[in-house]
C-alpha cells in the first residue's frame, strides 16, 4: 500500500511523495511500539490456548486484545489528528522543511489518522488466525486490502489529491477488518463483542473529552508565548492534560481495560502476579 501511495503520489504536485512518507513515519511509531508490542506478547498464549483447543480463552483474549489497543490507540489517533500540524512542525520543520511541507504531511497524517484503530485491529486478528496456524484468511485478507486500496486510490486521489491517498489507506483498513471479524466468527463462531462495544462507546467518551480539554490548553499555552515559539511547550501541556482528563474520564466509567491496566501496571512495580481465577 505504501509503495503504490507514493507511486500514485508522484503524479501529483512537488512534495506530496515526501509529505506521505513523513506522515508515514509518524503513523508507524504508534503501530511499531505499542500495537505490535502488545501482539508480539499475546500471541504465546493466544498459541498454547489453540494448542489446548480451548476456544472460550481464545475468544476472551481476543477481545482483551483488542480492548487494550483501543485503550491507547484511540486518544492518539484523536491526538494526531487535533494536533497534526504542530507535531509535524516540532519534528520536521526546518531548512527545505518549510510552511507548505507542514501543511502537506499534516494533511496526510490527519487523513492515516482516521484508519489507525483499524489498522491496529487488524495487526490483532491478523495474529488470531495465525495462532489458529491458518494462514490462508490474513493472506487473502492481505491481498483485498491491496485491490482495495488501488480503487479508492484512483477514485480519490482526484477530487483530493494526497489527502485521497491517506483517506483511502485508512478506508481499506476498515473494511478489511470487518471482513476479518466476519471470518473468525465463521471460523469460531459468536465471539462476544457486547462488552467490548461498550468499553468502546466508554473511550469514545473520554478521548472526546481528552480532544477538548488538551486543544483548550495547547490554544491557551500557545497564545501566552505569543507566535514563532516552538510547540513544544503547549504541546507537552497539552498531553500531561489530556493524560490526565482520559484517565480520570475511564476511571469513574469503570471501563474494564483501564482497569486492567492500572492493575498491570501496579503489580509490575510491585513485582506481584495476579491471582489466577477460580474455577
Request: charged share 15%; proline share 4%.
Amino acid at each position: 500500500n505504501t509503495l503504490i501511495d507514493r507511486s500514485l503520489a508522484s503524479t501529483l504536485p512537488a512534495g506530496s511523495v515526501s509529505a506521505l512518507n513523513y506522515a508515514n513515519r509518524i503513523f508507524g511509531v504508534v503501530t511499531s511500539v505499542f500495537v505490535v508490542s502488545l501482539v508480539t506478547a499475546v500471541f504465546p498464549k493466544l498459541s498454547r490456548q489453540n494448542a489446548n483447543r480451548n476456544v472460550r480463552s481464545i475468544k476472551k483474549t481476543t477481545r482483551a486484545s483488542l480492548g487494550m489497543v483501543a485503550l491507547l490507540v484511540l486518544p492518539m489517533s484523536a491526538a494526531l489528528i487535533c494536533f497534526a500540524e504542530p507535531l509535524v512542525r516540532l519534528l520536521f520543520a526546518r531548512g527545505a522543511f518549510d510552511d507548505t511541507a507542514v501543511r502537506l504531511t499534516a494533511e496526510s497524517l490527519v487523513f492515516y489518522s482516521i484508519g489507525l484503530i483499524f489498522y491496529s485491529f487488524r495487526d490483532v486478528l491478523n495474529n488470531v488466525f495465525y495462532s489458529m496456524q491458518e494462514a490462508k484468511v490474513p493472506t487473502i485478507n492481505s491481498v483485498l486490502a491491496v485491490v482495495l486500496n488501488v480503487i479508492m486510490n484512483l477514485a480519490l486521489i482526484g477530487p483530493m489529491a494526497h489527502k485521497g491517498l491517506a483517506l483511502a489507506t485508512s478506508l481499506s483498513s476498515v473494511i478489511t477488518v470487518i471482513m476479518l471479524m466476519v471470518s473468525l466468527r465463521r471460523k469460531i463462531g459468536p465471539m462476544g463483542w457486547g462488552s467490548l462495544m461498550v468499553s468502546g462507546i466508554k473511550m469514545l467518551v473520554g478521548t472526546a473529552l481528552m480532544a477538548l480539554a488538551s486543544t483548550r490548553v495547547y490554544n491557551l499555552v500557545a497564545g501566552l508565548r505569543g507566535a514563532g515559539h516552538s510547540p513544544l511547550v503547549p504541546l507537552l501541556a497539552a498531553a500531561v492534560v489530556g493524560v490526565l482528563v482520559y484517565g480520570i474520564v475511564l476511571i469513574l466509567l469503570r471501563t474494564r481495560e483501564m482497569g486492567e491496566l492500572i492493575f498491570g501496571a501496579y503489580n509490575a512495580v510491585t513485582h506481584k502476579k495476579r491471582p489466577e481465577p477460580q474455577r
